[in-house]
């Protein structure tokens, strides 16, 4: 890590790279602020007010806190988190229809439906070459867009979103078993267990193969003790692979990453 923060992969003579990489607490508190604000907190508040005074001001309460996260991002103009956004359209269309048919049971079946669909996207964005899960990525480790161009981590990232429509349909698999056979109360926490559980999981297998996907190309992954990258080589060589800034490899240098 340099001293102005920047990222450094280092070359050698025997062309091996290294990549530094934030700490996992970088990653979790980059991360963090987005996941609270569009999934935990509004869930929490959701189950707290359906305790409390039932589904209807459960529903008004967990739209009403994601609105409010949106606004205050808009007046400090501050860039939407994606999950954000898609959960507020998410939840106003839930909220609508539950309010329209009374039942709590069209409430949670919609996010079930919706993940099954974004499962499928996932896979379908995949087949077309586009995978839908770049533009989800920047919200977790913002990465430039050259790096994002590169071979290697265009294959990475269509496999990925193979793997992560696996996940998705496996959840909504489960959600679904349980809102047949689970009460209100027992469901949402039940759901949120779940939830949790295939995610992390499925975050865990994505660094992972993230980082054998870089072995691969030999670039060693190094985690450091603090700096969020955007990555970016200074020069690309063979399939996406850094070259020293004058072109030569042979010697032992650094190649700043910014």
Partial sequence: MSDDGLAVA???????????????RDFVRHALPSILESTIVPGLIFYAVLLASGFKGAVVAALAWSYLAAG????RRERMPALLLLGIVLL??????????????????????????????FGA???????????LA????????????????????LRLSVLWSIVLLTNAGFVLWL???????AFVVERAVVSYVLTGGGIVLSTLWFVRTM????????????????????????DGL??????????SQAVYWH
């Fill in 215 to 238: 072995r691969g190309a030999g670039i060693s992954v190094r985690w450091s003790l603090k700096g969020m990258p955007a990555v970016v080589p200074v020069e690309v060589a063979v």
């Fill in 138 to 157: 920047h919200d977790f480790c913002p990465l430039d867009p050259e790096v994002m161009a590169r071979p290697f981590v265009r294959r990475f990232f």
């Fill in 179 to 185: 809102l047949f056979e689970s009460s209100l109360k």
């Fill in 125 to 135: 964005s995949a087949l077309l070459g586009r995978p839908i899960i770049e533009r």
């Fill in 242 to 251: 850094a070259s020293a800034p004058n072109g030569n490899v042979g010697e």
């Fill in 92 to 121: 106003t269309a839930r909220t609508l229809i539950s309010f329209v048919t009374g039942s709590a049971f069209l409430y949670f079946i919609q996010p079930t439906a919706g993940t099954a669909v974004v499962a499928v996207l």
């Fill in 72 to 75: 205050r991002r808009a007046i």
């Fill in 10 to 24: 280092e070359v050698s003579s025997s062309n091996h790279h290294i990549l530094h990489m934030p700490s996992p």
